[in-house]
């Protein structure tokens, strides 16, 4: 496991800047159980994997939820800005997460083809086009590098609002917070 990965098992692993937020809520009621509260609002905006290995335990109305492949927001502004604006959240958790499929996509264009010719009824040549166009733009590299990165675009481009990357160990299920 990454050193860069902090684990939280109780509350003063938490940064000092997450403290008495709702990004550390969100690491209390996921890994130390904390139970659930009402809320009536949404107090975060969770920007994760759409993996469906990743599963967060959260109480209903906490959180808004994009969920993309690598947990992206770079196409998914207008929702980000949304959730922001309409929907007040000035906190925003990032959490990517280990062995992504949106990691080394070039390795997988072969499955990527064939598997939209059998399952989709794709013509050949449209799936390679198809992976070709858009893989790049969903690469992400490495996981921890890539959610920090992302961290710090969302950080410059609303500077109003606490960004927190994380990643999801889909190992142990658990979200560490990530050593900047
Ligand atoms: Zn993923």
């Not at 808004?64 to 309409?86: C, H, P």
């Not at 198809?130 to 410059?156: M, V, W």
Request: glycine residues 6%; contains cysteine; hydrophobic residues 40%.
């Amino acid at each position: 496991m990454s050193e860069r990965l902090i684990n939280i098992s109780k509350v003063s692993d938490i940064f000092p800047e997450y403290i008495d937020t709702p990004i550390s809520m969100l690491l209390e009621y996921h890994n130390l159980k904390r139970p659930f509260e009402p809320h009536t609002q949404a107090e975060i905006l969770i920007g994760m994997c759409m993996d469906n290995r990743n599963h967060i335990r959260i109480p209903g109305h906490f959180a808004f939820i994009i969920r993309t492949g690598g947990a992206n927001l770079r196409y998914s502004e207008f929702k980000v800005s949304f959730a922001i604006s309409v929907g007040g959240v000035k906190n925003i958790a990032l959490i990517g997460h280990t062995n992504c499929g949106m990691l080394n996509l070039s390795s997988q264009r072969d499955q990527f083809v064939k598997g939209l010719v059998k399952n989709a009824g794709w013509e050949v040549e449209n799936a390679e086009e198809h992976f070709s166009k858009y893989a790049p733009l969903f690469e992400i590299g490495n996981e921890i590098d890539f959610t920090l990165s992302e961290a710090r675009r969302l950080r410059d481009r609303y500077p109003s609002v606490r960004i927190a990357p994380m990643i999801y160990r889909v190992e142990d299920h658990r979200l560490y917070l990530i050593r900047e």
